[in-house]
């Protein structure tokens, strides 16, 4: 018996004419579906494409980010993934360097040492001459290793103007159950180096404004911090709608953790106003702890709904040895609408401050010269997010989705009112900002 | 095993039960239908859910069966065939059929032809020798010819003496209309679940369709029926994604004087196809495709290599 595996290539005469297209068209009229020829994406063999760019904008003038995202991954035939992306970020604005406002206006030298900048009575302090771009590289790799077992590797890279971060990953994930149940462990390692321009601030030492008392001010002309995350994640099919999913991770960061760009007001003891010395206000730049081990519990359920309809909630405690615990509650219900859907999207945020976050310094605290840490970084004080969003996405006849989001992002602080002129002074402004975000897969 | 439940009007041939059998790693149910053992293999599922997708496949398919059978009077086909010249309404699915029906027959310029069923009676694939004469084929042939129907959808009206015949794509249509239902079936249930991990087969006696490589990653190593030693020993064929149809002669043939005059008709002659290959596998994108282009391939005779050359596609032939 002749059973021979041919391909059609061998044909050197062509006496017929090819009718197969022809009759894949009519199969795919009777069967009233879209021809698969063109694979649907997520099949072997094929590169899916993403391209995004995200809009963020901060009220008042802050910081206005533009991101342009690109990414690729290929499918291969035995269940291989690779994933590479682009990220570009330009970033212009200002950021709050964390002194406090005050009744008189403020001259405060820039980082790089250079020249100053003066925010009016009453203003909140911003450094405006934040700019920056970044541009973000990665790579990751998933595999099969058998049914059961399966691995993933990432390397990533991202530089600023003076800042590089550099990163690998690595996991292994184990199917159980039927693959009802996922374990999966993974380890990451990075490395970030700082180089600001006019080198790095001493901890807590005091701003200058002539070029001596800067220099005195300055240490190092760069910095660096290691980071090692380790995750521990269980994901659970509970039934044929829903799916949980359980996560712990730990993060261990050590070096220079400070943020270059942040100070701290020293408050005048008995009228709650500016601190002067020679004339000139006095703020101290921040100093942070050189470690932090953070813990992480993160739990999230999805369930669908017969209709299609999918609810999707999720909650993180966070605790570090910094004092700062938080809790984030997400919640999506994704409503499906024929080809396109609709997905609202609400996030609550709420965090306590760190132990050595301080609006401000006193007088009295300055001249004791004890205190070892102190920040007033926003970021890292008592504060409360909430976004509320809504992201609409369409399916097109070729498998190509278009989406768009939307999202609103108000953050309030709060913590200590101050005394004195600093009662008069808004110590904790809101953050809004809008975010927009048009992406398209294909 | 759990106890599969049907309506009384789910299985109107009253065919035995469909059973399912094997384990989590690997589900097989089986049933029968068309004079065929039709077999679902499925992965990735537990048993209710095993139950569940074996239980709609074997409704989608008997009630196709049931509305196209010729055998069965009432029915959507037997209305037609005793529709006496007179016009009729046909449904949607009906419709659909008839127009693919004709497209065929316009894509092989009249060898592919639903009216030529006719021609069984005077052919009769039994194993012996009996060959109709020039006079039993002429007489035949009056009564043959898409040409000769009037279809003016949804309106058809059939000359007195004619009549269609679906036994030419029934069991590759019911394969890909099977595997439509159970992909909106898997489709239907949120992607989290453990459904997101399902793969299946349809074979329905060596036309079958998989809706994507194992879980493992590795194709489907699915037996094609071997013509010569008949049942007792299977050619493989290896498929990830797609379709397989398989056309041939086997156990229904006639011999006389060492010919052999394959069950093939050729409805342009009325003659038996002489010097077809005993089988003809096809891939395509669907059931019905490879269908279509093993019939035709069977239909050009000892051209058939060279047919399925022209059409670029992947095809196994057994002589």
Not at chain 1, 256 to 274: H, R
Not at chain 2, 213 to 242: C, K, M
Not at chain 2, 267 to 279: K, N, Q
Request: proline fraction near 4%; charged fraction near 20%.
């Amino acid at each position: 018996m002749q059973l021979i595996k041919r391909k059609a290539s061998e044909s050197t005469v062509r006496p017929f004419q090819k009718i197969a297209p022809a009759l894949a068209a009519a199969s795919c009229s009777l069967l009233s579906v879209a021809s698969n020829t063109a694979l649907a994406r997520g099949e072997a063999g094929t590169w899916d494409f993403e391209a995004a760019s995200l809009f963020y904008s901060e009220t008042d003038d802050r910081v206005v980010a533009v991101e342009p995202v690109f990414s690729a991954t290929k499918n291969f035939e035995d269940g291989e993934v690779l994933n590479l992306k682009a990220a570009f970020d330009a970033l212009t604005g200002a950021s709050p360097n964390g002194a406090t406002p005050s009744a008189a206006p403020q001259t405060f030298t820039t980082p790089s040492g250079n020249s100053t900048y003066t925010t009016d009575a009453g203003d909140a302090p911003i450094d405006d001459t934040f700019k920056d771009s970044r541009v973000a590289l990665s790579a990751s790799w998933l595999a099969p290793i058998n049914r059961d077992w399966e691995y993933n590797a990432a390397f990533y890279g991202s530089k600023e103007y003076d800042y590089l971060s550099l990163g690998t990953s690595g996991g292994i994930k184990r199917y159980l159950n039927n693959k009802n149940t996922a374990l999966n462990a993974g380890l990451s390692f990075s490395f970030d180096t700082i180089e600001p321009e006019g080198d790095i601030a001493k901890p807590l030492a005091k701003m200058g404004y002539n070029d001596a008392d800067f220099d005195a001010s300055r240490d190092d002309s760069s910095d660096s911090k290691t980071i090692i995350d380790a995750l521990f994640g269980v994901s659970q099919v509970i039934n044929r709608n829903t799916i949980m999913q359980f996560n712990y991770s730990v993060s261990m960061s050590d070096g220079y953790l400070s943020d270059p760009f942040k100070v701290l007001s020293v408050i005048d003891d008995t009228t709650g106003g500016n601190f002067e010395e020679g004339g000139n206000n006095v703020y101290l730049y921040e100093a942070r702890p050189d470690s932090r081990i953070k813990h992480s519990l993160y739990w999230q359920t999805k369930y669908a709904l017969a209709n299609g309809d999918v609810i999707d909630g999720s909650y993180r405690f966070m605790l570090d040895d910094w004092g700062i615990n938080s809790h984030t509650f997400d919640f999506r219900y994704r409503w499906q609408l024929g080809s396109s859907y609709l997905e609202p999207h609400f996030r609550y945020y709420m965090q306590s401050e760190a132990d050595f976050y301080k609006r401000y310094i006193s007088e009295t605290e300055y001249n004791a010269g004890n205190l070892k840490e102190a920040t007033a970084d926003y970021r890292l004080g008592d504060l409360d997010g909430m976004t509320v969003g809504l992201k609409y996405g369409h399916k097109l006849d070729n498998d190509h989705e278009f989406n768009m989001r939307v999202e609103y992002y108000l953050q309030s602080s709060s913590g200590d009112k101050g005394f004195g002129l600093l009662k008069d002074q808004d110590l904790y402004p809101d953050t809004k900002a809008l975010i927009f975000q048009v992406g398209y897969s294909f | 095993m759990a106890e599969l439940t049907l309506e009384p009007e789910d299985n109107p041939a009253q065919h035995p039960l469909p059973k399912l059998t094997g384990n989590r790693k690997l589900w097989i149910g089986c049933f029968q239908a068309m004079a065929s053992d039709c077999e679902l293999l499925i992965e990735g599922v537990d048993e209710a859910q095993a139950l569940v997708l074996l239980m709609i496949a074997a409704k989608e398919t008997w009630r196709i069966e049931h509305k196209f059978s010729r055998y069965v009077s009432g029915n959507t086909m037997d209305r037609i065939n005793t529709s006496s010249g007179q016009p009729i309404e046909v449904d949607p699915e009906t419709t659909l059929l008839l127009n693919f029906s004709e497209q065929c027959y316009q894509l092989s310029d009249g060898l592919f032809d639903i009216t030529s069923g006719v021609l069984r009676k005077i052919w009769r694939f039994d194993g012996g020798d009996a060959v109709p004469d020039s006079v039993q084929i002429n007489d035949s042939l009056k009564y043959i010819g898409w040409n000769k129907v009037g279809w003016h959808s949804p309106m058809l009206s059939l000359q007195v003496g004619m009549e269609l015949d679906f036994g030419g794509i029934g069991k590759e249509y019911a394969v890909d209309r099977v595997m439509l239902a159970l992909n909106a079936e898997v489709d239907r249930l949120p992607k989290q679940s453990a459904f997101s991990n399902c793969r299946f087969v349809v074979n329905f006696g060596g036309d079958l369709a998989c809706s994507g490589p194992r879980l493992d990653g590795s194709p489907w190593t699915i037996g094609v029926e071997n013509s010569e030693r008949d049942h007792t020993a299977v050619a493989t064929v290896s498929l990830r994604q797609g379709a397989v149809a398989t056309s041939g002669d086997s156990r229904r043939y006639l011999l006389k004087e060492g010919v052999r005059y394959s069950h093939i008709l050729n409805p342009l002659t009325g003659e038996s196809i002489i010097d077809a290959p005993h089988a003809i596998s096809v891939a395509a994108t669907s059931c019905m495709q490879a269908g279509m282009l093993s019939t035709f391939a069977m239909l050009h005779g000892e051209q058939a290599e060279a047919f399925l050359k022209a059409q670029e596609v992947q095809y196994w032939i057994q002589r």
